[in-house]
């Protein structure tokens, strides 16, 4: 029974272990016996196969890159806030107040489009 748990343990560490391990046995049947888990398990890192895709980390991924999204939309909302107040301070520079809200503008949705894509990226990489 010890024996047979000692084979069990070294077929799962290394193939290495569980020949030295099989040589003990009395019959060669279970030593000659390839295993695809061993050799599945000697590519490891960035070399390894996919297996599994993991698409819950995907979408949770995408999840958090879209928070930056509601930031973008509160900043819009800031920036027209700050035109209104800055137009009841100063009448008489609304043109060039609401030029500079305008640029804001433009660069908060550049950022929301550039945070999609990235979401996007993020959902539909593996």
Known sequence: MALMQAVRFAS???PVASAAVCRLLPGTAVAQQPR???KASLITGLGQPLTKRHAGVSVLGCAIAMVAVGGCAQGIGQLFAALVVGMAR???MKEDLFTYTLIGMGFLE???IVVILIAGL???SE
Request: net charge neutral.
């Open 110 to 112: 550049f950022l929301a």
């Open 36 to 38: 695809a888990e061993a």
């Open 90 to 92: 100063n009448p008489s």
């Open 122 to 124: 993020l959902l539909y």
């Open 12 to 14: 799962r560490t290394s």
